[in-house]
């Protein structure tokens, strides 16, 4: 079993940011590229704006349980009391969590 080194590490983060640094140069040169020099890309962001149509919705509209997940969804929501919005202690616990999980991931992983 190899031991985390300071170059394997510096490799991951490399890694880490050169993906992050790809994610967004395609959200903001290469898709407003596209928009404006693919016709059929710009037919599509058009046609989405037009219809004023939730892009991101978009694909889940075929399948039946969307629409039950939907209403549960918007049910929730307006049956919320305020307080359960915000920086709540599940809100904060489940942050750390996610950051306990993620950072037991990134030092096992292996080189």
């Known amino acids: ?41 710009n037919t599509i962001v058009e046609t989405i704006e037009a219809r004023d149509i939730d892009s991101g919705a978009y694909f889940y509209t075929e399948i039946d349980a969307s629409y039950d997940g939907q209403r549960e969804l918007l049910g929730s929501i307006a049956l919320k009391a305020p307080k359960q919005y915000g920086f709540t202690m599940p809100f904060i616990s489940g942050m750390v969590i996610c950051l306990l999980i993620l950072i037991i991931g990134f030092k096992t992983l292996p080189e």
Do not use: D, Q
């Open 1 to 41: 079993m190899k031991t985390n080194t300071p170059k394997s590490k510096a490799k991951a983060w490399i890694i880490l940011m050169g993906t992050m640094a790809a994610l967004w140069l395609f959200a903001m040169v290469i898709g407003p590229y596209g928009e404006k020099h693919i016709p059929m890309f």
